[in-house]
Structure formats: C-alpha cells, structure tokens
C-alpha cells in the first residue's frame, strides 16, 4: 500500500494508522512511505501501531521508501532494530 499523504504527524497519526490496520486486515501489509516528506515522533507511533495489528493477524509489515527523518527518528527513538524496514527503505 502506497500511503500517499506527504506529512506523517500528529495532525493525521490516527487516520494513518487505521487506513494501515484495515489494508493489514484486508491482506495488504506491504507498505511505501516515499511519498512522505516529513514527519514526526507520531509516524513511529503508527508504523508501531501497524506492526502490532500485523502481529496479532499473524502477519508481518515491510516498510520501504522510509524516508531519512523518519529512519533517523527511529534510531533516536530506539526502535530502528525492531521496525522492518527494508534496504530499499534505507534512504
């Protein structure tokens, strides 16, 4: 699933993170974050939050597109080892 908003924050954190959740539900758990410019410490809320509903459908999420504020968030914020972003992703 391609997210095509170009701001993850706190002003669309909850609507982000549902779209996510029903695409995990409907099988789609694949999802490229590179329409996203910017961002903040609310992205690794609901990219947490879509792992979690992946985990309790059985399912896994890959991450690709993730733009560097984003990666860069996550490695301050401790949790760059337990997202799966891809290589691709590595931007």
């Known amino acids: 699933m391609r997210i095509e908003a170009n701001d993850m924050s706190l002003a669309n954190a909850a609507q982000l993170a549902q779209l996510g959740i029903e695409a995990i539900h409907s099988g789609d758990a694949s999802f490229d974050l590179s329409a996203v410019r910017t961002c903040d410490s609310s ?9 979690r509903a992946a985990l309790a459908a059985k399912r896994s999420i890959e991450l690709s597109g993730v733009p560097a504020d984003m990666l860069s968030l996550a490695t301050v914020y401790g949790v760059k080892d337990v997202l799966p972003i891809s290589a691709s992703g590595d931007q």
């Open 43 to 51: 992205a690794l809320v609901v990219l947490l939050a879509w792992q």
